[in-house]
């Protein structure tokens, strides 16, 4: 095997074996039943879905304020245009927060962790 440059690839002894031994563990383990994975308890399914909707709505909220101020610092906007924004921006933020108590989420609900990648919306102060 060579590596990019053209020259042979070294690998440490025992690698090849040990990356197949590790995959074929993985193989052989029994999957989980789709019921297993999916956690679909009738009484919280339309909770969740609505915490998967606001939390997108609540991302694309989020970027929209980020290019208004964008576009409000760029001088881009008129007086009336600055305005009919801002009222927008406010008006989705309190429908957000009207869902948010009708369902009992809380802001940090919508905040999925993404693991090592870390939150996917910003932080408050960040």
Do not use: K, W
């Amino acid at each position: 095997m060579q590596d990019r440059n053209g020259g042979r690839a070294t690998r440490a002894p025992g690698e090849p074996e040990r990356v197949l031994d590790t995959l074929g563990e993985a193989v052989a383990r029994p999957r989980s039943s789709a019921a297993e994975r999916l956690d679909a308890d009738p009484d919280t399914v339309e909770r969740d879905l609505v915490r998967l909707v606001l939390t997108v709505v609540e991302l694309v909220r989020g970027l929209m304020e980020r290019q208004a101020l964008r576009r409000f610092e760029g001088g881009d906007l008129d007086p009336e245009q600055e305005e009919r924004i801002g009222m927008t921006l406010m008006l989705l933020e309190e429908r957000m927060d009207d869902l948010c108590a009708h369902y009992g989420l809380e802001p940090e609900d919508l905040n999925l962790d993404l693991g090592p990648l870390g939150p996917l919306l910003p932080r408050d102060g960040g």
